[in-house]
């Protein structure tokens, strides 16, 4: 059985931005933490041009990345990653795959937020 190795190096430090949600007015509200409260972490960054998709007869490419981490089990579909070295923001995008379930890599694919600068 091959085992699986990142495949490039956890060089890019991140900020892990977990939510935390509240009612208001009978919708639920997310609210992420200050950058100097949230935890650092480190990872792998890579893009592949973006994501083609059709909306409303428009075509759309959408900002995505793949990241490789350690694992932490806080990190979830509903978390946002900051990039420190860019100040960007990336919502990940379904759920992060524990590698080989064994507790010591993560991957998962992000997107960015908002639109360009």
Request: net charge positive; hydrophobic share 30%.
């Amino acid at each position: 059985m091959r085992k699986y190795k990142p495949s490039t190096p956890f060089n890019i430090a991140m900020k892990l931005l977990i939510p935390t949600s509240s009612k208001s007015h009978g919708t639920t509200v997310k609210t992420y933490p200050a950058l100097d409260k949230a935890p650092t972490i480190f990872g792998s960054f890579r893009t592949f041009g973006g994501t083609e998709t059709m909306q409303n007869d428009v075509l759309t490419v959408l900002d995505t990345v793949r990241i490789e981490t350690w694992f932490r089990p806080d990190i979830r579909s509903n978390c946002r990653l900051y990039i420190c070295e860019t100040g960007e923001t990336y919502e990940i995008i379904g759920t992060p795959e524990n590698i080989e379930m064994r507790n010591q890599w993560l991957t998962f694919k992000a997107e960015k937020v908002g639109g360009s600068p």
